[in-house]
């Protein structure tokens, strides 16, 4: 009972500092938290009473360096569970969270640091969330969640940890210049690796013509995104290796 007691109070001085800002003002922060948890929080937060099926159990995280009302951190809670394996029903004024089928969920999978699902949001400064939402859909994995937040001019991500931190990388460098140009460039006798690699190589020799900007690869229609100036866009769809 007194553990009990010293885990609940530890949870409260972590959660009130960090998550409350006002009434009206959240920031979600949350690292390997128990759903029940999370969900308590959130039910405070949004003002919404939520009933979890016995069957929902896990950790999740959620970065956000963003302040949200409340009407975003339940949005923002509907998609982490979606993407989680878990669905929402209204009934009533109540909110019931289920599995998204009836199988319980293998508990190696939610304990795997690599695989569990991550939530970020993630503020632009320098471009709109609109503008670049397009061109980094096509490189999240197939049962994450995109979308944008644009009151607070952000990016909702909900993914595989090793994708989110390789798109938050990616977004810092799409993000860095607005007067950059973003072009998908579907390749046809090049593969989008390769031709990366090419395009890397000019800018590690300082080629005045292709030096400044930003190319990843995205296999499955083998394209590169490309940020950068028009003069650069140009010289690289005009050029025969990228053809």
Known sequence: MKRSFKSFFYVFLLI???HVLSQDAFVLN??????????QDIARFSKKTIILDPRVKGK???YSNASLNSDQVWDVYLRTIQVNGFSSIAENGVVRIVPENEATRDDNDVNQESGNYLTAIIPLINRSAAEILPMIKPITGRQSHLSSIPSINSVLLVDRLSNVNRIKGLL??????????ITIIKLNNLSAIEAVRILEKLKAQNNPTISNFVAIPFSP???IILSANSTITSNVEKNPYFA
């Open 16 to 18: 009130m500092p960090s």
């Open 30 to 39: 949350y690292e390997d938290a128990d759903i029940k948890k999370v969900s």
């Open 60 to 62: 999740i995280t959620i």
């Open 172 to 181: 810092a460098e799409l993000d860095k210049d607005n007067s950059a140009k």
């Open 221 to 223: 229609s083998n394209s």
